[in-house]
């Protein structure tokens, strides 16, 4: 009974010392082992390890997975001074898992220090550019992507060496005016918009007069031609009508005037009207005697 007391005691210490003196490393993550607070060695590669027990040797397990964040937003003046409110997001990653360790510790300070990082450069690198390279309908006019490209590069200058980070991306988010300018903008492009509005129907009533002032030219034009053409036709009517007329009086000029005489009639008594004429007049003479003769 004994022996199989120190036999189990003998294990349970043995399989503690191996428990505090053994650990693991995933492929997630880098491992800085520090004894007494001072490192002692970096792990990279993903496996078991053994080491001092906890109380003289303490495992330090850093993320070595890509990290995203988003900055907060912040007022930046541009090359041409116009104030932009911008926010941007950001992805990085541990390479230098022991400088990080002894410069900044957690994953929250490093993002705290690169957001500060990312900001300053983008103060330094937008005073190169316009509110046009920002702002566009011309594509080829935006500089968006350099202007990425350069705090990317002049964050990770000055971040790799002094705190073993490195920037993946660098982007933005977001892109506003503040209050005060946002409102002078709106009202300039309403403006703009309005002049671009003004100079379309301008346009456009003009071309409208063009349009009816050639149909107005055209219109007359075919008028006139028919007022002529009509004038023509009335004239080559009343010729034939008098042709006609002469040609019938030179065959029976009595029938002539007696049916020149019932057309008269008809005219006059199909008004009401009152004609005083003497008895005499040639008007009456058919009246008076059927056979046209003069009243005697």
Known sequence: MRHILIISVTLAVILGFVFLS???????EYVVVTQFGKPSRTIRVSGLYFKRPSFLETVNRIDRRTHVFTTQPIQLLLGDKTPVVLTFYLSWRVRDPLLFFQSLINSEIAAQKLGDMVSSQA???LGDYKIDNIINTNPAEIKISTIEDRILNNTNARTKGKYGIEAAQVGIRNIAYPTVVANAVHNRMRSERKK?????????KEYASRIGATADRKASEILAEAYKKGAVLRGEGDQQAL????EAYGKDSEFFEFM????????ILSQKSTLVLSTDSELFKYFNNPQGGKQK
């Open 196 to 204: 671009v509005a003004m100079k379309y129907r301008a346009e456009g």
């Open 243 to 246: 042709k006609i007329y002469s």
């Open 123 to 125: 103060g330094t690198v």
């Open 22 to 28: 053994t650990f693991t490393v995933s492929e997630s």
């Open 260 to 267: 020149r005489s019932m057309e008269a009639y008809k005219v």
